[in-house]
């Protein structure tokens, strides 16, 4: 959560995340990973929206913890934050999907849950008539988490037929709910045409 003061701003942290303070600046890690390039998307919580937003201010900014999971950013006089926002901070790295369905045909997903998932969420690629019902892309409210995806919840790519999305459930995506698309090949031969 952000507090904003003139040239100052506090980032309370999540008890689950995993940061350190190197050399004045904030660095998340976790198991066999860290990370200095982020992207960010601020949750207005009064409104309960998101928009895009920017690490790279605090990325330039003094940083300092003032207690676990409390740190404090020298940030430029202009730059003032909604009080009370939330910012959510993820790696530019998509290198996991939350599901892949690769090269398959009549797909029913029903009755399922994601609630977090880093880079894609539930992939389709080269795919014949997909049905998604009931599948619920959103944290687990108990967590108090706001983000279930680093990307898209659902991504549509090179698929044919007819693609149903029925009573699902999206919130806390850090891009589309939902993204449909070709796919760009390239022509490795030409094979004779027949007239």
């Given at each position: 959560?952000?507090?904003?003061?003139?040239?100052?701003?506090?980032?309370?942290?999540?008890a689950d995340?995993?940061y350190?303070?190197?050399?004045?600046?904030?660095?998340?890690?976790g198991e066999?990973?860290?990370?200095?390039?982020?992207?960010a998307?601020?949750?207005?919580?009064?409104?309960?929206?998101m928009?895009?937003?920017?690490?790279e201010?605090f990325?330039?900014s003094?940083?300092a913890?003032?207690?676990?999971?409390?740190?404090h950013f020298?940030?430029?006089?202009?730059?003032?934050p909604?009080?009370g926002?939330i910012l959510?901070?993820?790696?530019i790295?998509?290198?996991?999907?939350?599901?892949?369905?690769?090269e398959?045909?009549?797909?029913v997903?029903?009755?399922?849950?994601?609630?977090y998932?880093?880079?894609?969420?539930?992939v389709?690629?080269?795919?014949?008539n997909i049905t998604?019902r009931?599948?619920?892309?959103v944290p687990?409210?108990?967590?108090?988490?706001?983000?279930a995806?680093?990307a898209?919840?659902m991504?549509?790519s090179?698929?044919?037929?007819?693609i149903?999305i029925?009573?699902?459930?999206?919130?806390?995506?850090?891009?589309?709910?939902i993204?449909t698309?070709?796919?760009?090949?390239?022509?490795v031969k030409?094979?004779?045409?027949?007239?």
């Amino acid at each position: 959560m952000v507090r904003s003061f003139c040239g100052a701003v506090d980032l309370e942290i999540h008890a689950d995340a995993k940061y350190a303070i190197v050399n004045n600046h904030l660095i998340w890690h976790g198991e066999g990973w860290k990370t200095s390039q982020f992207h960010a998307v601020e949750f207005d919580s009064i409104l309960k929206t998101m928009r895009y937003s920017n690490w790279e201010v605090f990325d330039k900014s003094k940083a300092a913890e003032i207690k676990p999971n409390l740190v404090h950013f020298e940030t430029p006089i202009n730059f003032q934050p909604k009080t009370g926002n939330i910012l959510t901070v993820r790696d530019i790295i998509r290198d996991q999907v939350g599901m892949l369905i690769l090269e398959s045909k009549n797909i029913v997903l029903q009755d399922v849950g994601m609630h977090y998932m880093h880079g894609l969420g539930i992939v389709s690629q080269f795919t014949e008539n997909i049905t998604m019902r009931r599948v619920a892309c959103v944290p687990r409210e108990e967590t108090k988490r706001i983000i279930a995806s680093s990307a898209d919840f659902m991504h549509f790519s090179g698929c044919k037929g007819q693609i149903t999305i029925e009573d699902c459930k999206f919130s806390g995506a850090h891009d589309d709910p939902i993204n449909t698309h070709g796919t760009n090949l390239q022509i490795v031969k030409k094979l004779k045409t027949i007239s």
